[in-house]
């Protein structure tokens, strides 16, 4: 065993210092992973290129789709496609060979308590031609972040936002996990635009800080993948093999299934237009047994006739997803969640608790090509993503597919960003009200209880009632140490108010060197 840790770590030293780039052509079948740099970098290309076929709201990236873009990059850490041309290790005629170091260390401060969490990894990818890739990442985490938040149960769950954990020290408050990340990725006949994708990982749909439709804050999940564009459409379909865990019963483990697709559509002038729709259902129990249902396997079909004709048994999400680009300085994005509704009660004002609806509007824009502002709005009714059968909520492992925080709840989002050369700077800031359950009533903004579990039916109206008011505000700093490898040095200040019965307010610190790979949010603005 100490013999492996020590292959390990000398293996990701020296992929860290003999690693280079070099110039090559775009392979057509890598992700692009979903990452803050690279939606600010995307985003300000789409801003600034609306004419072009790219659509910008479905993540991660094919980077066969990203072939349009002539212009450069704006952010010296992806001047030189870092994300969307491979950098090689080894290279022959037909073959490729890259494996990238990844490195994550971070110190957390805050008014009563401190916590730390480290880790190591490296990427690792394989690319025939350039239509074929294998690909592959790990990395393992030690963390006692989970205590600055809510750790009431993830001592007990299977899974962390870091992964899978493989052990616990409750002394040191510490949790082991190992994520596990990867994809087999295929264009058949050298074709841009038809991509066949398998492995395990996460997608966005989405332009928002928050995505109400599809979000990366669930743990990754294996799934099976058909992209597909043409014209001014792009259509993508996976299907993901999920799991069922509830902070109410941490112990009960289940296995459950969902089918995704999106169809969107980019017009002249930058505007969008998405339909976005989903299918969860649960795997076997001591009542039923079932598996993939063969009746959702059709990459082509509406999911909500065939629920509807297989008795409604199962979880049926539908959405829009739409945006402008305006004067090529910002852009205008909507989304809406409709998750069960009724016509009659939607009208009526008696705030049916069965009307399942979430929005968000919001505005991004860059004043030039190093300033970047943001500011948006979710609203979530009570009990939308949530289930009469807890196992077909809308999550995974135990984290919401949408929204972190569930439903019931009105927030409000800003941001503003700068980049100038290896310098960053960021600020941003939440509020949100949001309806909490009491003890002796179901108020709608928890997706792991039964909706069969409330008391009433009407009155329900959103962040009105044992309302809870969360602020947090944020501000970081970081430098670009190794271009190569994406690797920052960053440093924030944040303060958090929250208010219920009574005002509790906390400020801290954090400090952390790592590698620019996934989407990690500073603590707590990531809450």
């Known amino acids: 065993w100490y013999l492996y840790k020590v292959l390990r770590w000398g293996f990701i030293v020296f992929v860290f210092l003999f690693s280079r780039t070099k110039a090559q052509n775009q392979f057509l079948a890598r992700n692009v992973w979903i990452h803050p740099d690279v939606q600010l970098a995307m985003d300000y290309l789409d801003i600034k290129h609306p004419e072009s076929s790219f659509h910008a709201s479905f993540k991660p990236y094919l980077s066969g789709y990203t072939r349009g873009f002539k212009d450069t990059l704006p952010f010296k850490s992806i001047s030189d496609r870092r994300f969307l041309v491979p950098r090689r290790f080894f290279s022959a005629s037909k073959l490729t060979w890259e494996s990238t170091g990844l490195l994550?260390?971070?110190?957390l401060t805050s008014s009563s308590k401190s916590a730390y969490e480290w880790g190591y990894g490296s990427e690792h990818a394989l690319l025939i031609k350039s239509n074929l890739a294998f690909v592959l990442n790990w990395n393992t985490t030690y963390s006692q972040l989970y205590s600055m938040g809510d750790s009431s149960w993830i001592l007990l769950n299977q899974t962390s936002s870091s992964g899978t954990i493989m052990k616990r020290d409750r002394l040191k408050n510490t949790v082991l996990s190992e994520n596990y990340?990867?994809?087999?990725?295929?264009?058949?006949?050298?074709?841009?635009?038809f991509n066949l994708q398998a492995g395990k990982g996460k997608h966005v749909v989405g332009d928002g800080y928050r995505s109400l439709l599809h979000s990366d804050h669930a743990p990754a999940y294996p799934y099976a993948q058909i992209s597909a564009k043409a014209w001014r459409l792009q259509y993508h379909i996976w299907y993901a093999a999920l799991k069922h865990q509830s902070p109410i019963d941490p112990a009960f483990l289940m296995?459950?299934?969902?089918?995704?697709?999106?169809?969107?559509?980019?017009g002249p002038k930058g505007f969008q237009l998405g339909f976005f729709e989903s299918v969860i259902w649960a795997g076997s129990d001591s009542l039923r047994k079932r598996s993939w249902?063969?009746?959702y396997l059709n990459p082509v079909v509406f999911f909500r006739p065939l629920e509807y004709h297989n008795g409604s048994p199962d979880n049926v999400l539908m959405g829009l997803n739409s945006s402008a680009v305006l004067y090529n300085f910002c852009k205008v994005y909507a989304q809406f969640a409709l998750d069960e509704f009724l016509l009659k009660k939607m009208f009526s004002g008696s705030h049916w608790w069965g009307n399942k609806y979430a929005w968000q509007l919001g505005l991004k824009g860059y004043i030039n090509r190093h300033w970047f502002l943001q500011a948006e709005y979710n609203y979530v009714r009570p009990f939308t993503y949530s289930h009469l059968y807890t196992a077909q909520n809308y999550a995974h492992a135990g984290y919401a597919l949408a929204h972190p925080q569930g439903s019931n709840l009105k927030e409000a989002f800003l941001q503003g960003a700068y980049r100038y050369k290896s310098f960053a700077f960021a600020l941003q800031y939440v509020n949100r009200?949001?309806?909490t359950e009491t003890l002796q009533e179901n108020l709608g903004n928890a997706l792991f209880k039964s909706y069969a579990s409330r008391t009433r039916e009407d009155n329900f109206i959103t962040a009105s009632e044992n309302a809870r008011n969360t602020q947090v505000a944020q501000t970081s700093w970081g430098i670009l140490l190794l271009p190569h490898n994406n690797i920052w040095l960053k440093f924030s200040l944040w303060a958090t108010q929250v208010y219920e019965k009574q005002k509790v307010t906390n400020f801290g610190t954090q400090i952390s060197l790592s590698t620019g790979i996934w989407n990690q949010p500073v603590f707590p603005i990531s809450q």
């Open 104 to 107: 994550n260390a971070a110190y």
């Open 181 to 193: 990340q990867g994809y087999v990725s295929y264009n058949p006949g050298n074709s841009p635009y």
């Open 255 to 266: 296995n459950k299934y969902g089918v995704f697709h999106y169809l969107s559509y980019k």
């Open 293 to 295: 249902d063969p009746s």
């Open 433 to 435: 009200n949001q309806g």
